[in-house]
């Protein structure tokens, strides 16, 4: 038995190869839809994939199914419970399927999605009973999937049956088997998921809360209480997936533009992402443009501010830096990349075009200003309503960045001098972009955010 996990950074999905060594059989669990790794493995390994298949239809990421039973014909397995309509196969509660001489067993664990299906895996050389669970959203590392994905009506609804999920399903399975989750913390799939690679069914009874309920009613106000809100374009993925996303192979490549172009394409339509550092956006960017830095938090923050129905542009540090940057906007449905800003921010300067700046302030000089709404600086604070609440510079306002990107607007007049803050400096830099665009003029960055201000051991309030 072979179990290969193939984890995506920023999105904090995993996707999972099941093999039979002996046989070169495989499956895979989940896949992302850039498959290139998981084709190299098998290679590698001598293996095949004789069987794709998908947990739920997921509002996430884009489905990876496709393209991989394109690149090896393998069939796609999907939830007779409302899975896709474009898959080859829809597999039943307790239907087995063959990886080699081990089977992957279905099993039916609604609450997240209605139609979610977890997949139990047996080995004959380890016995009889299951010896992992490969859980997707259901379960993950002392958590349990959110219910709230598909609106306010189907929500208690489908914490009913996490419920049932939880006590008549996974808690009835062996403490010794392996779980192996599609999400590790980092994911919004959940309330607060853990680290761990994987866990196992006797640790989840013993110390998940999702466990502890006494009852239905307990269980549905646990698992809601303090629920941050769903990224707003999981709708969007969830149509996606669920129609059937175009192959990679359909979509235009996006290719270096020179600044007039970009500049033309910008007046049509075209969203201008600068994907730069945050000290490099403050310093200079072309009007106009929203702040999104390549790294963890990129696909996240494009998933959050950039309209589905645009083209992109991007502007990168480095012109190689694209065709990665195109790939992880690709992983969440943004195929509409037109291309990036050749030679960069050099070129543009070289060209004589106009040029915006976003102002940067320390810490130190931060702590200096009276602050509050009655002083000439308000600190606007853009984490979350939660980390607001851990710790929070005194007299600050706290709007999250999230909710900027869906068109809440700070309680001030747009000439109001605001000093924008975040954890580190990246999130108020994508904030102070998108008030830009609003209107808001006098904008400050905070560099370093909250970190650099507890690290500084000036006073916060709680």
């Known amino acids: 038995m072979m179990v290969e996990r193939f ?27 850039d498959v290139d790794e998981y084709m190299a493995c098998t290679r590698e390994r001598g293996l095949t994939i004789t069987a794709i298949l998908e947990t739920h239809i997921h509002a996430d990421f884009v489905s990876g199914a496709r393209e991989l039973a394109a690149a090896t014909k393998a069939p796609i397995f999907v939830s007779a419970y409302g899975g896709p309509a474009w ?36 080995d004959p050389d380890q016995g009889a009973g299951p010896v992992a669970l490969f859980s997707g959203d259901a379960l993950f590392a002392g958590e349990v999937g959110r219910p709230d994905l598909l609106g306010a009506e189907a929500t208690k609804r489908l914490a009913g049956q996490l419920y049932h999920t939880v006590v008549d399903r996974l808690s009835r399975l062996d403490d010794a088997v392996v779980v192996y989750p599609g999400h590790t913390a980092g994911s919004a799939c959940g309330k607060k998921i853990g680290d761990a690679p994987r866990t196992s069914i006797g640790h989840e009874k013993r110390f998940n809360y ?24 999981y709708p969007v993925l969830k149509g996606i997936n669920a129609a059937g996303p175009p192959l990679l192979a359909t979509l235009p490549p996006g290719e270096g533009l020179e600044p ?27 009007p106009g443009a929203l702040f999104a830095g390549l790294g963890a938090s990129f696909t996240t923050w494009m998933g959050w ?18 065709p990665a940057a195109r790939t992880e906007l690709r ?5 509409r990349v037109g291309g990036y800003l050749q030679g960069g921010m050099e070129r543009w300067r070289g060209a004589g075009l106009p040029l915006e700046a976003l102002p940067g302030m320390t810490v130190a000089a931060l702590a200096k200003e009276s602050l509050g709404t009655g002083g000439a600086l308000t600190v606007l604070d853009v984490r979350s309503p939660d ?15 999230g909710d900027i990107a869906q068109g809440a607007e700070p309680a ?24 830009r665009q609003h209107g808001w003029s006098n904008l400050i960055n905070v560099e370093g955010g909250m970190a650099a201000w507890s690290e500084a051991d000036y006073p916060v309030a709680h």
């Open 7 to 33: 984890f995506t950074p920023g999105l904090a999905q995993v996707a999972y190869l099941v093999a039979d060594e002996a046989t070169g059989d495989a499956a895979l669990i989940d896949p992302r839809r």
């Open 331 to 335: 992983r969440i449905g943004l195929d």
């Open 387 to 401: 980390e607001w609440r851990e710790a929070h510079i005194p007299g600050s306002i706290n709007l999250f960045a």
């Open 87 to 122: 898959a080859d196969h829809m597999l039943q509660d307790g239907e087995e399927l063959p990886v080699g001489r081990q089977l992957l067993r279905s099993l039916g664990t609604p609450g997240h999605t209605p139609e979610h299906l977890s997949y139990l895996l047996i």
């Open 260 to 286: 007039g172009e970009v500049r033309a394409r910008q007046a049509a339509g075209a969203l201008v992402i600068d994907s730069r550092t945050p000290a490099d956006f403050g310093t200079a960017h072309l």
């Open 210 to 233: 999702a466990f502890q309920a006494r009852s239905k009613e307990s269980f549905v106000l646990m698992v809601l209480a303090g629920m941050p809100a769903p990224p707003t374009y």
């Open 305 to 322: 501010i950039a309209p589905f129905e645009r083209d992109v542009i991007l502007v990168l540090s480095d012109d190689a830096q694209h």
């Open 412 to 435: 001030f007049p747009r000439e109001a001098r605001l000093a924008v803050m975040c954890g580190s400096g990246y999130r108020s830099s994508v904030a102070a972009s998108l008030l």
